[in-house]
């Protein structure tokens, strides 16, 4: 690869293999968990059609991801639906999962619509226990035990998840996981459910769980996370915690997901893979097109600037990085744009200089003077900057403006409608 000669002819430094950066914890091989079609369907106003989603999963396995999460199915008959459709796939790569709260019912649907996996969650902060579960620590043991037992009794995956672990005391962590893990759970997940944590105290927690948690089960249980964006930190949070141990890690592409979303699979895959030497299993030039084809179906746009995967992420503008890239692509790009399905774009404005106008000129057999060339890079950047900025303003509200209603979920004169059909009565002042 490209990269890997810069670094041994001595024209850049790698600082991240160096061993004094690298964590003694980090593991050999990672799994990717992705969660798209779970909590990245639950991106406020997106929803999927069932074969939107089968597509999403056939391309997720083929590019290698390892564990799908393709539905809840304890919520509805089209939740079943989704989930036996594609456990009936017969899929290569991936095992796919569907998850379910801790009680019996939903671990019967997961199990009854072909799940193979099944993460069974329960909260265990005290803030969720006291205000949302309404129930004693001991009873959650006691209802752990049994959830895992029953669905292990019937030969599936079991992976525990304690939601808002992140907000939980260590001691109870631990006290739970080892519940989950004498009862037969197969993996532990770690979930920042509301990206509280920062990347030293994801390390600390995942470190301290890890040691009490395998010293005291004498089993070197897998661990899994599960990390929020709400401060901007899923995927250093992601990292830290693999930095730690963690094998497992959940991702949803372009990073949907609930609120900010969950840790993007294009950051977490690619920081791995290149800034870890980490191999996923990953067919990384598949990228792209997963985010677009999740992107159309969730009808939401992908952030302009998103690392990777952002219509600006190989993109430039600016003369001199430019004339940079021309002489040397890897001046000012990180990777090869193809080995994540995308090409080097150049776009022409205020900042275009000569290079791109000469490059341009000699790819269809154009000549021209220096004093011509001069004045063509004049010309561009006039043009650009005479647009009219006012014009530009109204067309991007107006855009704002349709994106806002396509994705916006059911109206509020709807729901009053849905409200006067069913009870007959008109809604008074709130
Ligand atoms: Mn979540």
Redo the contacts with the bound molecule.
């Keep these: 690869m490209l990269l890997d000669e810069l670094e041994s002819e001595g024209l850049i430094v790698n600082f991240n293999k160096l061993p004094e950066t690298l964590s003694k914890h980090l593991p050999k091989e990672v799994l990717i968990w992705d ?1 798209t079609l779970r ?1 990245g369907e ?1 991106t406020p106003g997106t929803t999927l059609l069932i074969d939107e989603k089968i597509e999403i999963a056939k391309m997720m396995d083929d590019m290698g991801v390892h564990i799908i999460d393709v539905g809840f199915p304890a919520v509805s008959e089209s939740e079943r639906e989704v989930v036996r459709r594609i456990a009936a796939e017969g899929f290569t790569n991936a095992s796919i999962c569907a998850p379910a709260r801790a009680i019996r019912s939903d671990i019967d649907a997961s199990i009854q619509a072909g799940a193979e996996e099944v993460p069974i969650f329960i909260a265990t902060s005290s803030l969720h226990l006291k205000y949302k579960l309404k129930k004693n620590w001991q009873e959650i043991s006691e209802i752990v035990t049994d959830c895992i037992e029953y669905a292990k009794s019937h030969g599936v995956i079991v992976n525990f998840v304690t939601e808002d672990t992140s907000r939980t005391s260590i001691a109870n962590t631990v006290d739970i996981f080892k519940t989950a893990a004498e009862a037969g759970a197969d993996r532990v997940v770690i ?1 920042d ?1 509301v990206g509280f944590l920062r990347p030293e105290s994801m390390r600390y927690l995942v470190s301290q769980v890890r040691d009490r948690l395998w010293k005291e089960t004498k089993r070197k249980i897998p661990l899994s996370v ?1 990390c ?1 964006n709400d401060f901007g930190l899923a995927t250093a949070n992601t990292l830290a915690a693999i930095e730690e141990g963690v094998v497992a890690p ?1 991702v949803c592409i372009a990073g949907f ?2 609120r900010a979303g ?1 840790a993007p699979l294009e950051e977490v895959v690619m920081a791995l893979e290149i800034l870890y030497n980490i191999k996923t299993g990953i067919d990384t030039t598949k990228i792209q097109e997963l985010a677009d084809l999740t992107s159309q179906y969730f009808a939401i746009l992908l952030p302009i600037h998103k690392a990777i995967t952002g219509e600006n992420a190989f993109s430039h503008e600016a003369g001199i990085h430019v004339h940079g890239i021309l002489s040397h692509r890897l001046c000012y790009e990180p990777i090869p744009a193809e080995s994540v399905g995308r090409q080097t774009e150049f776009y022409m404005g205020k900042g275009t200089g000569s290079g791109l106008v000469r490059t341009k000129l000699q790819q269809v057999g154009i000549e021209a003077t220096e004093e011509q060339v001069h004045q063509i890079v004049l010309q561009v950047k006039e043009t650009h900057q005479l647009r009219n900025k006012r014009e530009m303003l109204l067309q991007l509200q107006r855009a704002q403006e349709l994106l806002r209603e396509t994705r916006l979920g059911l109206k509020e004169d709807e729901f009053w409608g849905i409200v006067r059909a069913v009870t007959g009565q008109q809604p008074g002042k709130p």
């Design positions: 969660e909590d639950q979930a459910t599960h929020h959940h997901g609930e969950n």
